[in-house]
C-alpha cells in the first residue's frame, strides 16, 4: 500500500517538477519603451553627451510610434526630434525626421546562424534591410554589407538579465570586417531593449572599446545597462561580471561555449580569432 502511494505521488507531482526545472525564455524587452534615455560621450570629456530620449507618441499610417528626441550635454539645455520608434513583435523600426518611410532598426527574433542585410537612412541612422528592400547606396555607392548572428546568450548587468546578440560584420563577399585595429572586439553586440554597444541606431558598428562612445541606458532614471557591461566575458554561462577577471579574460572557447578547445574558429579573451 505505502509503494502504491508513493507511485500516486510521483506521478502526481512529476509533471510539475518537470515544468519548474525547465528554464523559460525571458520575456521580450521592449526597444521603445517611456522613460527611456540613452546617452553617450562626445570626444574625450565625460560632460560632453550627447543624449536620445522618449518623449511621448505620435501617429504615422494610423499607427503609435514613441517619439525619440536628442540632445547635447543635457536636455534643460534643449531637445530636437530625431525619429519615431516602434517595436513590431521583436523587431524594432524607426522612422527618420521628415520621413515617411519606415527602416528597420533590430531583429531580435534572428537565430544563431542567421543573416540580414546592413542598410543607411540618409544621414539620419545605420539601419537593417527588412524582407526584400533593395540596398541602399551611400555616397552613390551600393551599400552591400551583412551580419551573421554568431551567439545568443544571456547576461547579467546592474541586477537584470538581458539577451545579447553577438554578430559579425560580413562584406558582400561574405568575409568578416571588425575592428580590432582600433581597440575593439571586432563583434557587432546588440542587447534587447537595448540597442547597439556603439550605439541606439548603430546597429550594425562594431562595438566599441569599454567605456567607449555609448555610455548608458536609462528607463525611469534607472540604468539598466552601461557601456562596459557590453564587454562581460563569462561566456561559458553568459551570466556575470567577469571583466575584471584576468584569468577569465584569458582562456579560451570554442563558439559552442565549450572552454578549452582550439577549433576553428574560437573565442579568446572575448574576442573572436580564426585558428
Known sequence: MMKTRLLLAYL???PCM?????SPELLYRPFAEDGKVWESQVGGIKE???GNQIDGD??????TWKKVY?????????TSYYAAIRDVGKKVYAVAKGSSRPRLLYDFGLKEGDLVRCGVEGNAFGCLLDKDEPADTLLGFPFVYCLRVERIDTVLARGLQHRR???TLLDKYKEPLGNESEGGNGNVVWVEGVGSGAG?????????????VFHSCDVNR????????FHLTDIESGIGDTRNDVKKREETYDFTGRKGTRRTPYIKGGRKYMK
Open 12 to 14: 502526481l507531482f512529476a
Open 18 to 22: 518537470a515544468l519548474h526545472a525547465q
Open 48 to 50: 560632453n553627451v550627447y
Open 58 to 63: 505620435t501617429l504615422i499610417g494610423g499607427e
Open 70 to 78: 536628442n540632445y547635447v550635454f543635457m536636455p534643460e539645455l534643449g
Open 165 to 167: 546578440f553577438t554578430l
Open 200 to 212: 541606439p541606431f548603430s546597429p550594425w558598428l562594431p562595438l566599441p572599446p569599454a567605456y567607449g
Open 222 to 229: 534607472t540604468c539598466i545597462f552601461g557601456s562596459p557591461d
